[in-house]
Structure formats: structure tokens, C-alpha cells
């Protein structure tokens, strides 16, 4: 018995040096059309085993041990997408909030100032939310809480299904902003929150600094208080985590610009659909954007080509406005990248049955076909500071892909399985 | 050798004076054959005004015009300074009162300024170019003040006055006593606890200055000389004490809702104690009534001009009251507190005649040169001299007559109202999802309101009443 478990041993190594993942059987998908991450269009195979692709190519051997699946030469194969921020699987904002005796300091849970807490700790997956997303070709997604000012730090998750919260890819990614007011308490107004955000940057920056001189002399300083609200900054004030700001019109967007520019954090752009407005500033300080694809329907009388109706000057110079504005809406990401500002993706709180279509919509618009899989895919990876394992198909990269029917900007697409972690999922 | 450093030091102080005026977008215009009201040299018939990149550089008649120029023919017409309303909720998105507190120092207006409110465009159309643009009045210590120019179409950030002096909102009597104490049983709930409510928070304004200043101190110390001065454990910055701390130190200056006699002088009193000068008081109904101590204080007034009776603290007033404060000295202006009334502002001083009899010329200085100078802005708007900024309005009759239209108005010599190019529909926006019929929130007294988005807290007696949506008047 020894002896065969030897044999058996040593001809794992002889095949391959990967002792132990050899234990795991390679999977393969053969004859399939790829896309790459920057379009770049491939036919050939891909193996992967566990949640990595051991190779990708038309020259490759498939290992003897592999399960196949024949594409055919027909079956479209995708980099699995990425949401670089979305809020699947977060417990909905409690409704009734408790009155509090005195407002103006009503303690920083019940101020929605909680960027302490981490999704992982909190997400609610017992009717399977992210199965949407996954069935849209997304095998991953930065996570954070839903709340008000300060919900809580960004994790990035491997989506897998109920399963989702035990499968953190990455914690410590950054903290979640927006300017959301918890009702009935300070802040309770935009001024405030902006405000307030300052007030916890100085409240930090001296946390962290007492604790630096404590660890330096116990005897000479008082002990610091435990205060995670603020340790959760201090990652920030270094620079090691960014802020994701979630923000949509130009007004909001340059707001968190000047809170960036006077704390000097690193800063995220999440949904900004008006960021077009303000592509400059964002280019020229590098500052990225997680871009929402939740774009406006259009106005009823744009869907009605044929209407030959009597409308007053008024009305026609609203229409001509309206459509102006509605073509600017859904050209925001195609503005960005022309402004070279770099773009990834964030659903933010968009449903999941209008991604393809609008991805669609916003291909008619012209985004390139490129654009979108690249801002699926690379960029939000980069993003995330998550690219060295993410956004691409490559031997050595995490197995997350997708395979289709018929190419993502035809008609009715969709996935018809997901890898995700190397976990095969068939719709 | 000194000529040369002279020079140079001209060359230096010259690009700081361009620097601090950054504002890029400015205009050229040359005005020709108006009635020239220029606030502060008299009234001039047949006169020019020449404004270059934002400027005025002439006032004359038969002036050269530079080539490139645009000419204005303004035969018949009166030509004045851009009118600029002290006290304005204009253009404020989402939340006039931080009112959770009755301190909120920590707030600004310069955070939360929409440029795309509509409103501005209609201020402009009134002649309005320059505003103070205030917290609401739910606390004791409000927060910090907008001075703004109307550069409508401009990004908020370019509404900005450059330079101004930085101004607060305090708020005496009925609204926060109501607030706080009525609302939420909290100091104050009364107009005793409004002064305790200033007293104790310049108290520990002064105590946090001190510390903070001794670890500023201590800490510079320590970076100096490492070895011998120990590192001081840090005092966090307080923004809220910063800013009131600047306040007693005069760098940040008062602008207090008011309208009793008696917590006009509690006021003064207080801010005597703790030195605190340059102040302005707003609404000040009763401002009639305590006319020697205003000008013993050197305290200055923006009042309404017949806006009263609509709560109790409010009955006694009377429309000579800004007349009767400016003829005895109190620098005194008019201001609008709303969004109707600031496109007639106007009209507003032509009561001033009416009620007191001011002269025409003392009656305008109500509406420019009086509240640039109590918002500390007067060096550069609020009168037609050379040097100073091209804000301007040109109106088809003397601008104090009923039958005035305003034409034109101009910031920094860029024209932002033209009465013969005003199209329906000036939002700077449009919604792709709204219909045609959606008109949106256009009227209403709770927009753009001292309290604005507090008035579900009172019924229509002003008593507290969490239940009823109904009006109580915003002042």
C-alpha cells in the first residue's frame, strides 16, 4: 500500500510540479470563441483547476485528467465581470429609527458614522440575492453595507450564491461614503455631513497619532480609549484604503472632490452619473470612477418615432433639451474614456435584470464593445487594486468566466454558465 | 537698485491682486449715454461706463471705445450698481438648518450651494448680482455664510465671492427657543437660554482655543528640537470651536436673526463682555426702538422693510424703522429673505422714501453700497467708482419708479441677464425623465426659507405640532 501511494506520488510529480493541486481534476472548456479583457478575440480552450486557470490557448494540451465540456465552436467565453461596488446582500437601512433625547449627539451608530463594520459580518444571503448578478456574467463584487454617511469598510467577494459570505477575496479594500442623512439626528443636512466628515478626519488624525506616541512611551501619555469609528480611518489618513464615494451629480461629485483635496485621501468615484461634468478636474487628478450603468429611459415621445403630433414651441424646445440631456446620460461612460479618466463598473444599487440591456443601450450610444469589456473586467480590477489575480483570462489568473450562447451585444443575450472561483454554475 | 526692487514689488503685488481675484471668466462692455446712479459720486446724465475683463475702468462722458469691445446704447436708461441682498436662502441644496444642534459653527454654505437653482437666474433679472447666502435661523450659532456672485451657468465653486470676509448666522428668540427647547426640550427654551447658549459656547470656544494652542505649541517644540521638548498628546481640531473661536477673535463676523429690543441689547451686551465688534443685525423689527445703543455699539442693521406681525415676536414694527435708523446714523440696509421678493428688491427701497423720506440717493445705498459694507465686500461692489467690479444693472426708468423694468445686469462685466434674449425655459437642466407638465416644487414659501424643512414641527399658531404638515411663517 505504501509502496503504490509512493508510485502514485512521484508520477504526480513527474507530471506536474503543482503536487498538491493535482489533486484537484483540471476542467475544460474546448473549442470556445474568448474574449479577452481588452477584446482581443481568441478560439481555443481553457483549463482550469480549483479557482485557477492553469492555461489558455488553441495550442495547449488538455490534462488527461480533465472534465471536458465541448464548446463546439460556437460558444462565446468572456473574463468573468467584476462590480466594483454594489450593495447585494446588504440588510435594507432600518425604517423606524429611535428617537433620541439630545439629536446633536446622538452616538455614531444611530448618526450612520459606522465605518467599522464589515459586509462579511453583516450580509443577508438566505434567498440567494447575488444569483441576478452572476447570471449576468459578474463571478465577483466589492461589497459594501447600505446605511446612511459611514456604512461601513468595502470587501471584495467571489459570488457564490448563498455561499457569498464566506468567500471574502479581499478585506480592508476601502471605507463606503455617500451623502446620506440619518433622519432625526446630526448631521441632517448635506452641510453637515460635510461637516462632519472633516470633524472624523481631525478626531482620527490625533487618535492616531496619541496611539503612535503611547506605543512609543506608555508611561508618559494617557491610555488611548478604544474607538473604532476612528481606527477604521487611519488605513485612510495613510493612504493604504481608499474612500468610495458614492456620488451622481456634478454638484456631489466635486463635494467629494474638495473634501479630497483638503484631507489628501485617495479617492473612488462610485456611479457618478454626471461625472462627464466634471471629466477634467477627475483626469487630471487621477481619480477614478466606478461607473453606475443605471441610465435614464428614454421620455416617451423619443420611443415614438412616428408620432406626427402638434406640440407648442415650448413643448418642442423642452424635447429638444430633454433629448440633449438623455444623450448625455448615456454617453457619460463613453465621455469618461474620451476624457481619459479610467472607468470600471459599480451596479450601486441597480437592478440586475437592466444590466445587458443597458450595456446594450449604451453600445447603440458608442461605447465600444472594447470599452465595455475592459471596464467589466481590467479596469475595475485595477480599481479594486485587485488586478494582479482579476479582470482577465490568463493561466495563473482566478477561474472566473462566463460562457455564452451567442456574443453579449446580441439580442435577448445571456450567460449560459458562470466559473466563479472555479466553481461551475449552469444556468 | 531700489527702482528695480520697486518694480519688481509691483510685478509681485499686481499678480497677487490678479491671483486673488482668480474668477476667469469676466467681460468688456461700454455703456453709452445713461443716467449713471453711481451710490457714492452723485447721479450723472449723458455718462459712460466703460468695464474691461470685469472691471470698471472708466465713467465719462463721451468715452473711446477700445476695439473689440461690445457697445451697450443705454439712451434713457439708468444705469446702477448690481444690487446685492444680505440675507438671502437662495440657491442652497438639500438643508438650510444643520438643527439638530443649537450650535452649528461647523457647517457652511459654501459646501452646499446649488448653481443650478433657477432662482438665481430670476434674482439676476432683478438686478441682483451679489448675496449673502445664510444658514437658516433653527440655531442659536448657525453656520457659516455664502458671500456669493450670481455667475449664473458657473459651477458653484465660481459663485464665490473671492476675498470676502467670512460671516455667520446667529438666531435669537422665537425660532430657536421653538426648535430646541419646545421641540426637543433642550437649551434653549427660553430667550434666557439663547444667551447662555452664546455665553457658554464662547466660553469653551476660549478654552479650546487656549489648549489648542498650547499643543500647536508644544508640538512645534517637539518638531524643532526632538531630543530635548517631549511630543504634547494631540487636541484634536474642533471645527465648530475653531470657527467660533474666530468669531471672538474677529476674524469671522456676526450676522444675527433678530427682532426684539430686548434681545437686541442681550445681544450687544454679550458680545461687549466678550469683544466681539463688526456685527449686523437682520430682520430687526424693532430696530427702531433701540437706535442709540446700535450706534453707541457701532452695530449695523439689514432690516425688512414691512414684513411683520406674522408671530409675536414680531408685531412691533413699523416701515420708518430703516429709515429712522439710517437717518441717525445706524449703516443700515434692506434684504430680501426670499426668493420672490429678492426680484424686486427695488421696490423695497423705494419704500424707504415713502416711509421716512429718504432721498433717492440714500434709499439705493439701502440695497448696494450699505450691505457691501456690512459684508465687508464694499472695496470692490455696491457703487459705480473706477477700479471696481463690473456688476451692474441698467434699467429702462430711475430704478425707485414702479414702472422700472431692469434691461441688463452684468458680473464682472459678463452679461447674465438680457431682457430682449429671455427664453421660456432658462433651468440650466432638464430632467430626461421628467414630462413636459412636471413643473417641480415652483412656489411655496418653505423653499429656500429660514426654516425650511422645519415647518411639519409647528401648526398654524406656530405651536409645536409634529403631526401637521401646515405653514408657519419662515422668519
Same mark, same amino acid.
Given at each position: 500500500m505504501i509502496r503504490k501511494l509512493l508510485f502514485i506520488g512521484i508520477a504526480l510529480f513527474v507530471f506536474d510540479s503543482t503536487v498538491f493541486a493535482q489533486a484537484? &481534476?483540471?476542467?475544460?472548456?474546448?473549442?470556445?470563441?474568448?474574449?479577452?479583457?481588452?477584446?482581443?478575440?481568441?478560439?481555443?480552450?481553457?483549463?482550469?483547476?480549483?479557482?485557477?486557470?492553469?492555461?489558455?490557448?488553441?495550442?495547449?494540451?488538455?490534462?488527461?485528467?480533465?472534465?471536458?465540456?465541448?464548446?463546439?465552436?460556437?460558444?462565446?467565453?468572456? &473574463?468573468?465581470?467584476?462590480?466594483?461596488?454594489?450593495?447585494?446582500?446588504?440588510?435594507? /437601512?432600518?425604517?423606524? +429609527?429611535?428617537?433620541?433625547?439630545?439629536?446633536?449627539?446622538?452616538?455614531?451608530?444611530?448618526?450612520?458614522?459606522? &465605518?467599522?463594520?464589515?459586509?462579511?459580518?453583516?450580509?443577508?444571503?438566505?434567498?440567494?440575492? !447575488?444569483?441576478?448578478?452572476?447570471?449576468?456574467?459578474?463571478?465577483?463584487?466589492?461589497?459594501? +453595507?447600505?446605511?446612511? =454617511?459611514?456604512?461601513?469598510?468595502?470587501?471584495?467577494?467571489? +459570488?457564490?450564491?448563498?455561499?457569498?459570505?464566506?468567500?471574502?477575496? @479581499?478585506?480592508? /479594500?476601502?471605507?463606503?461614503?455617500?451623502?446620506?442623512?440619518?433622519?432625526? /439626528? !446630526?448631521?441632517?443636512?448635506? =452641510?453637515?455631513? =460635510?461637516?462632519?466628515?472633516?470633524?472624523?478626519?481631525?478626531?482620527?488624525?490625533?487618535?492616531?497619532?496619541?496611539?503612535? +506616541?503611547?506605543? @512609543?512611551?506608555?508611561?508618559? !501619555?494617557?491610555i488611548p480609549e478604544h474607538k473604532p469609528v476612528l481606527d477604521a480611518f487611519i488605513p485612510v489618513i495613510r493612504r493604504e484604503q481608499p474612500v468610495f464615494f458614492l456620488v451622481d451629480t456634478k454638484e456631489d461629485i466635486e463635494r467629494a472632490v474638495k473634501l479630497f483635496e483638503e484631507l489628501n485621501f485617495k479617492l473612488i468615484i462610485v456611479s457618478g452619473k454626471e461625472a462627464w461634468r466634471t471629466a477634467d478636474v477627475l483626469q487630471s487628478k487621477n481619480i477614478p470612477v466606478l461607473a453606475s450603468f443605471d441610465i435614464p429611459g428614454k421620455p416617451d415621445w423619443m420611443k415614438d418615432e412616428e408620432a406626427d403630433e402638434e406640440i407648442s414651441e415650448e413643448e418642442q424646445n423642452f424635447r429638444e433639451r430633454q433629448e440633449l440631456a438623455w444623450n448625455q446620460a448615456t454617453t457619460n461612460v463613453f465621455n469618461l474614456l474620451q476624457s481619459g479618466v479610467t472607468v470600471g463598473f459599480a451596479s450601486a444599487g441597480m437592478s440586475a435584470g437592466d444590466f445587458i440591456d443597458n450595456v446594450q443601450l449604451m453600445h447603440e450610444q458608442g461605447l465600444s464593445k472594447n470599452q465595455i469589456l475592459r471596464i467589466l473586467t481590467e479596469n475595475t480590477a485595477t480599481v479594486l487594486n485587485q488586478s494582479s489575480n482579476y479582470g482577465r483570462i490568463g493561466a495563473g489568473y482566478a477561474a472566473n468566466f462566463s460562457v455564452w450562447a451567442k456574443s453579449i451585444l446580441e439580442e435577448d443575450s445571456s450567460p449560459m454558465a458562470l466559473i466563479s472561483n472555479g466553481i461551475l454554475n449552469e444556468f | 537698485m531700489l527702482k528695480l526692487v520697486f518694480k519688481i514689488g509691483m510685478l509681485i503685488s499686481i499678480f497677487l491682486a490678479l491671483s486673488i481675484s482668480a474668477f476667469a471668466n469676466t467681460g468688456s462692455v461700454h455703456i453709452k449715454n445713461?443716467?449713471?446712479?453711481?451710490?457714492?459720486?452723485?447721479?450723472?446724465?449723458?455718462?459712460?461706463?466703460?468695464?474691461?475683463?470685469?472691471?470698471?475702468?472708466?465713467?465719462?462722458?463721451?468715452?473711446?471705445?477700445?476695439?473689440?469691445?461690445?457697445?451697450?446704447?443705454?439712451?434713457?436708461?439708468?444705469?446702477?450698481? #448690481?444690487?446685492?441682498?444680505?440675507?438671502?436662502?437662495?440657491?442652497?441644496?438639500?438643508?438650510?438648518?444643520?438643527?439638530?444642534?443649537?450650535?452649528?459653527?461647523?457647517?457652511?454654505?459654501?459646501?452646499?450651494?446649488?448653481?443650478?437653482?433657477?432662482?438665481?437666474?430670476?434674482?439676476?433679472? #432683478?438686478?441682483?448680482?451679489?448675496?449673502?447666502?445664510?444658514?437658516?435661523?433653527?440655531?442659536?450659532?448657525?453656520?457659516?455664510?455664502?458671500?456669493?456672485?450670481?455667475?449664473f451657468g458657473e459651477s458653484a465653486a465660481d459663485f464665490i465671492f473671492e476675498g470676502a470676509p467670512q460671516l455667520i448666522k446667529f438666531a435669537l428668540g422665537e425660532n430657536?427657543?421653538?426648535?430646541?427647547?419646545?421641540?426637543?426640550?433642550?437649551?434653549?427654551?427660553?430667550?434666557?437660554?439663547?444667551?447662555?447658549?452664546?455665553?457658554?459656547?464662547?466660553?469653551?470656544?476660549?478654552?479650546?482655543?487656549?489648549?489648542?494652542?498650547?499643543?500647536?505649541?508644544?508640538?512645534?517644540?517637539?518638531?524643532?528640537?526632538?531630543?530635548?521638548?517631549?511630543?504634547?498628546?494631540?487636541?484634536?481640531?474642533?471645527?465648530?470651536?475653531?470657527?467660533?473661536?474666530?468669531?471672538?477673535?474677529?476674524?469671522?463676523?456676526?450676522?444675527?436673526?433678530?427682532?426684539?429690543?430686548?434681545?437686541?441689547?442681550?445681544?450687544?451686551?454679550?458680545?461687549?463682555?466678550?469683544?466681539?465688534?463688526?456685527?449686523?443685525?437682520?430682520?430687526?423689527?424693532?430696530?427702531?426702538?433701540?437706535?442709540?445703543?446700535?450706534?453707541?455699539?457701532?452695530?449695523?442693521?439689514?432690516?425688512?422693510?414691512?414684513?411683520?406681525?406674522?408671530?409675536?415676536?414680531?408685531?412691533?414694527?413699523?416701515s420708518y424703522s430703516p429709515a429712522m435708523m439710517f437717518q441717525q446714523g445706524v449703516l443700515t440696509s434692506l434684504h430680501s429673505d426670499s426668493p420672490a421678493l429678492i426680484r424686486h428688491m427695488n421696490h423695497e427701497a423705494a419704500k424707504a422714501v415713502k416711509y421716512g423720506g429718504l432721498t433717492k440717493n440714500e434709499a439705493l445705498k439701502l440695497i448696494t453700497i450699505n450691505p457691501a459694507i456690512q459684508m465687508g465686500i464694499s472695496d470692490r461692489v455696491g457703487s459705480l467708482e473706477v477700479g471696481k467690479d463690473g456688476?451692474?444693472?441698467?434699467?429702462?426708468?430711475?430704478?425707485?419708479?414702479?414702472?422700472?423694468?431692469?434691461?441688463?445686469?452684468f458680473v464682472d462685466g459678463v452679461q447674465r441677464f438680457n431682457i430682449n434674449e429671455d427664453p421660456d425655459d432658462m433651468r440650466l437642466q432638464v430632467d430626461p425623465e421628467f414630462d413636459f407638465t412636471y413643473r417641480g416644487n415652483i412656489t411655496g414659501r418653505e423653499h429656500d426659507a429660514c426654516l425650511e424643512n422645519l415647518f411639519y414641527l409647528f401648526d398654524s399658531t406656530g405651536q409645536i405640532h409634529s403631526h401637521s404638515h401646515s405653514h408657519s411663517h419662515s422668519h
Amino acid at each position: 500500500m505504501i509502496r503504490k501511494l509512493l508510485f502514485i506520488g512521484i508520477a504526480l510529480f513527474v507530471f506536474d510540479s503543482t503536487v498538491f493541486a493535482q489533486a484537484i &481534476p483540471a476542467r475544460a472548456y474546448t473549442n470556445v470563441i474568448i474574449t479577452h479583457h481588452d477584446g482581443e478575440t481568441e478560439r481555443g480552450h481553457i483549463v482550469w483547476r480549483g479557482n485557477k486557470i492553469e492555461a489558455v490557448g488553441s495550442g495547449i494540451t488538455i490534462p488527461f485528467d480533465a472534465k471536458v465540456i465541448d464548446g463546439g465552436d460556437s460558444l462565446y467565453v468572456y &473574463p468573468g465581470f467584476i462590480d466594483g461596488l454594489s450593495h447585494i446582500g446588504s440588510p435594507d /437601512v432600518p425604517s423606524n +429609527l429611535p428617537r433620541v433625547d439630545n439629536p446633536g449627539k446622538p452616538g455614531n451608530e444611530r448618526a450612520g458614522i459606522q &465605518p467599522q463594520r464589515k459586509p462579511s459580518d453583516h450580509l443577508e444571503d438566505s434567498n440567494n440575492p !447575488y444569483e441576478g448578478w452572476k447570471k449576468s456574467g459578474f463571478s465577483s463584487s466589492a461589497i459594501a +453595507l447600505k446605511g446612511f =454617511m459611514l456604512p461601513g469598510q468595502v470587501e471584495f467577494f467571489s +459570488l457564490q450564491g448563498s455561499n457569498t459570505i464566506n468567500h471574502v477575496i @479581499s478585506s480592508n /479594500v476601502g471605507i463606503f461614503s455617500q451623502f446620506e442623512i440619518s433622519q432625526g /439626528v !446630526y448631521p441632517s443636512t448635506l =452641510m453637515g455631513i =460635510m461637516a462632519q466628515f472633516r470633524q472624523l478626519w481631525y478626531d482620527a488624525q490625533a487618535h492616531k497619532e496619541h496611539k503612535r +506616541l503611547y506605543a @512609543s512611551n506608555a508611561q508618559m !501619555y494617557e491610555i488611548p480609549e478604544h474607538k473604532p469609528v476612528l481606527d477604521a480611518f487611519i488605513p485612510v489618513i495613510r493612504r493604504e484604503q481608499p474612500v468610495f464615494f458614492l456620488v451622481d451629480t456634478k454638484e456631489d461629485i466635486e463635494r467629494a472632490v474638495k473634501l479630497f483635496e483638503e484631507l489628501n485621501f485617495k479617492l473612488i468615484i462610485v456611479s457618478g452619473k454626471e461625472a462627464w461634468r466634471t471629466a477634467d478636474v477627475l483626469q487630471s487628478k487621477n481619480i477614478p470612477v466606478l461607473a453606475s450603468f443605471d441610465i435614464p429611459g428614454k421620455p416617451d415621445w423619443m420611443k415614438d418615432e412616428e408620432a406626427d403630433e402638434e406640440i407648442s414651441e415650448e413643448e418642442q424646445n423642452f424635447r429638444e433639451r430633454q433629448e440633449l440631456a438623455w444623450n448625455q446620460a448615456t454617453t457619460n461612460v463613453f465621455n469618461l474614456l474620451q476624457s481619459g479618466v479610467t472607468v470600471g463598473f459599480a451596479s450601486a444599487g441597480m437592478s440586475a435584470g437592466d444590466f445587458i440591456d443597458n450595456v446594450q443601450l449604451m453600445h447603440e450610444q458608442g461605447l465600444s464593445k472594447n470599452q465595455i469589456l475592459r471596464i467589466l473586467t481590467e479596469n475595475t480590477a485595477t480599481v479594486l487594486n485587485q488586478s494582479s489575480n482579476y479582470g482577465r483570462i490568463g493561466a495563473g489568473y482566478a477561474a472566473n468566466f462566463s460562457v455564452w450562447a451567442k456574443s453579449i451585444l446580441e439580442e435577448d443575450s445571456s450567460p449560459m454558465a458562470l466559473i466563479s472561483n472555479g466553481i461551475l454554475n449552469e444556468f | 537698485m531700489l527702482k528695480l526692487v520697486f518694480k519688481i514689488g509691483m510685478l509681485i503685488s499686481i499678480f497677487l491682486a490678479l491671483s486673488i481675484s482668480a474668477f476667469a471668466n469676466t467681460g468688456s462692455v461700454h455703456i453709452k449715454n445713461a443716467t449713471v446712479l453711481t451710490i457714492t459720486q452723485g447721479d450723472l446724465e449723458n455718462t459712460d461706463v466703460l468695464i474691461i475683463d470685469g472691471k470698471i475702468t472708466q465713467i465719462g462722458q463721451n468715452l473711446q471705445t477700445p476695439r473689440g469691445v461690445d457697445i451697450l446704447d443705454a439712451e434713457g436708461m439708468y444705469v446702477m450698481p #448690481g444690487i446685492i441682498d444680505s440675507h438671502s436662502h437662495l440657491a442652497i441644496t438639500r438643508g438650510v438648518n444643520e438643527w439638530m444642534n443649537p450650535v452649528s459653527a461647523e457647517v457652511t454654505m459654501k459646501d452646499v450651494l446649488n448653481p443650478n437653482d433657477v432662482g438665481i437666474y430670476r434674482a439676476l433679472a #432683478g438686478g441682483v448680482t451679489s448675496a449673502q447666502i445664510k444658514h437658516g435661523s433653527a440655531n442659536v450659532i448657525g453656520g457659516r455664510s455664502a458671500t456669493v456672485k450670481f455667475r449664473f451657468g458657473e459651477s458653484a465653486a465660481d459663485f464665490i465671492f473671492e476675498g470676502a470676509p467670512q460671516l455667520i448666522k446667529f438666531a435669537l428668540g422665537e425660532n430657536p427657543t421653538r426648535v430646541h427647547g419646545q421641540g426637543r426640550g433642550i437649551q434653549p427654551r427660553t430667550r434666557m437660554g439663547v444667551e447662555q447658549v452664546v455665553r457658554e459656547t464662547f466660553d469653551a470656544a476660549l478654552d479650546y482655543r487656549a489648549r489648542r494652542n498650547a499643543y500647536l505649541e508644544a508640538k512645534e517644540l517637539h518638531d524643532r528640537r526632538p531630543r530635548r521638548n517631549p511630543a504634547p498628546q494631540p487636541v484634536p481640531k474642533n471645527l465648530r470651536l475653531e470657527v467660533v473661536a474666530d468669531i471672538l477673535e474677529g476674524k469671522v463676523l456676526v450676522q444675527s436673526h433678530c427682532y426684539r429690543a430686548d434681545e437686541i441689547l442681550m445681544l450687544m451686551r454679550v458680545f461687549n463682555d466678550y469683544g466681539v465688534e463688526n456685527y449686523t443685525f437682520h430682520h430687526i423689527t424693532e430696530g427702531y426702538k433701540v437706535i442709540p445703543e446700535l450706534v453707541a455699539n457701532n452695530a449695523a442693521a439689514s432690516s425688512f422693510m414691512d414684513w411683520w406681525a406674522f408671530k409675536f415676536e414680531a408685531y412691533f414694527a413699523t416701515s420708518y424703522s430703516p429709515a429712522m435708523m439710517f437717518q441717525q446714523g445706524v449703516l443700515t440696509s434692506l434684504h430680501s429673505d426670499s426668493p420672490a421678493l429678492i426680484r424686486h428688491m427695488n421696490h423695497e427701497a423705494a419704500k424707504a422714501v415713502k416711509y421716512g423720506g429718504l432721498t433717492k440717493n440714500e434709499a439705493l445705498k439701502l440695497i448696494t453700497i450699505n450691505p457691501a459694507i456690512q459684508m465687508g465686500i464694499s472695496d470692490r461692489v455696491g457703487s459705480l467708482e473706477v477700479g471696481k467690479d463690473g456688476d451692474i444693472s441698467i434699467w429702462s426708468a430711475h430704478p425707485l419708479s414702479i414702472y422700472a423694468v431692469n434691461q441688463y445686469t452684468f458680473v464682472d462685466g459678463v452679461q447674465r441677464f438680457n431682457i430682449n434674449e429671455d427664453p421660456d425655459d432658462m433651468r440650466l437642466q432638464v430632467d430626461p425623465e421628467f414630462d413636459f407638465t412636471y413643473r417641480g416644487n415652483i412656489t411655496g414659501r418653505e423653499h429656500d426659507a429660514c426654516l425650511e424643512n422645519l415647518f411639519y414641527l409647528f401648526d398654524s399658531t406656530g405651536q409645536i405640532h409634529s403631526h401637521s404638515h401646515s405653514h408657519s411663517h419662515s422668519h
